[in-house]
Nanobody, 127 residues
Framework: QVQLEESGGGLVQAGDSLRLSCAASGRPLRSFVLGWIRQAPGQERELVAAINWDDGDTYYRNSLRGRLTISRDKDKNTVDLQMDSLKSEDTAVYYC????????????????????WGQGTQVTVSS
């Protein structure tokens, strides 16, 4: 079992930056992929960024590339998501999730591939 707890959400203005953090506990994260998945009101969930815990390989949603930076700290067992130049359309609940890739080790794009989820943290961007 992996337990995940997000922090860092809040109300910000358009153009501001925000850093979300996900603290993991339970079983070791070796061989896991950690992702940030968001769900805006009335929208489907979407993976915005992910990182391979072992080799640090990253994925970013194309439309958000350049504004997000995902990073991991193996000593603290945390995964952070730095979000810059925030827009009103970034308003959503952001979830931290963990899952194990297939044998090729590729980062999973589908949210269904992520087995463990945190409770989520609300990010609201006012225009």
């Amino acid at each position: 079992q992996v337990q995940l707890e997000e922090s860092g959400g809040g109300l910000v203005q358009a153009g501001d930056s925000l850093r979300l953090s996900c603290a993991a506990s339970g079983r070791p994260l070796r061989s896991f992929v950690l992702g940030w998945i968001r769900q805006a009101p009335g929208q489907e969930r979407e993976l915005v960024a992910a990182i391979n815990w072992d080799d640090g390989d990253t994925y970013y949603r194309n439309s958000l590339r350049g504004r997000l930076t995902i990073s991991r700290d193996k000593d603290k067992n945390t995964v952070d998501l730095q979000m810059d130049s925030l827009k009103s359309e970034d308003t959503a609940v952001y979830y931290c999730a963990a899952g194990q890739p297939d044998k090729r080790g590729d980062i999973m794009i589908a949210e269904q591939a992520y087995e463990y989820w945190g409770q989520g943290t609300q990010v609201t961007v006012s225009s």
